[in-house]
């Protein structure tokens, strides 16, 4: 059975969760190796702020990059059908024939660092006939709520409300593959990243007991 995708607990582990809603999207519950969500978390939330607190910068590129080949391991020697490719810079468009856009038609997920106020971490999970990317967005929102940032009001982002195990925007491709600082923009490319998660062909060879706490 399939998860709903999961929203953030604080204001900087939306790298993890982006990357444990990746695994979520591509594989039912039964299949998702406890190790997995206990390396992601372990992984991640490796930067220090001004004060040198830990954390509180959210997750390094260096440490995306780093997960992806553990993950590409994991997958080799725990037989896990996934593999994952970590892009940065100009590779990180969202243009026809580009690996990102390619790899959305293939169904795979994912992850880019885009701009919501400060860099920030969400999961693509495909495309729309209409030129538009479905994501979900970790950083949970309510368009009722007095504070609801204005800057979503806007025809470029649509909230999605029917698809909790898929997405919870509809964004423009034209807006994310912009080079600028406002919502959902992907900024100047050579602060890109990107991490592409496919489900492969190779058939699983483990079993996961049920286990319920």
Partial sequence: MKNVLNYQTSEYDCGP???LNGVRYLFDREEIFPDIVKFIMLYTL????????LCRRG??????????N???HFAETRCFPIHCE???????????????YEAL???????????????HYVLLTGLT?????????????????????????TDEIHFLYDMPKRANRSVSIERLNRTGSDYYEMSDPALREAVIMERT???????????AD
């Fill in 105 to 119: 038609k293939r169904g795979a997920a994912v992850q880019v660092r885009l701009i919501l106020e400060c860099p």
């Fill in 59 to 68: 997750t390094s590129a260096a440490a995306m990059h780093y997960l992806t």
């Fill in 46 to 53: 490796d930067t220090y702020n001004t004060k040198g607190e």
């Fill in 129 to 153: 006939d209409d030129g538009r990317v479905l994501l979900f967005d970790p950083y949970y929102e309510e368009e009722d709520d007095p504070e609801f940032d204005e800057e979503y009001r």
């Fill in 86 to 100: 970590f892009l940065s810079g100009d590779e990180v468009t969202l243009l026809p024939g580009s690996p990102v």
């Fill in 17 to 19: 969760v982006s990357f």
């Fill in 201 to 211: 062909m190779a058939e699983p060879c483990f079993l996961i007991e049920p286990h």
């Fill in 70 to 72: 553990w993950m590409n």
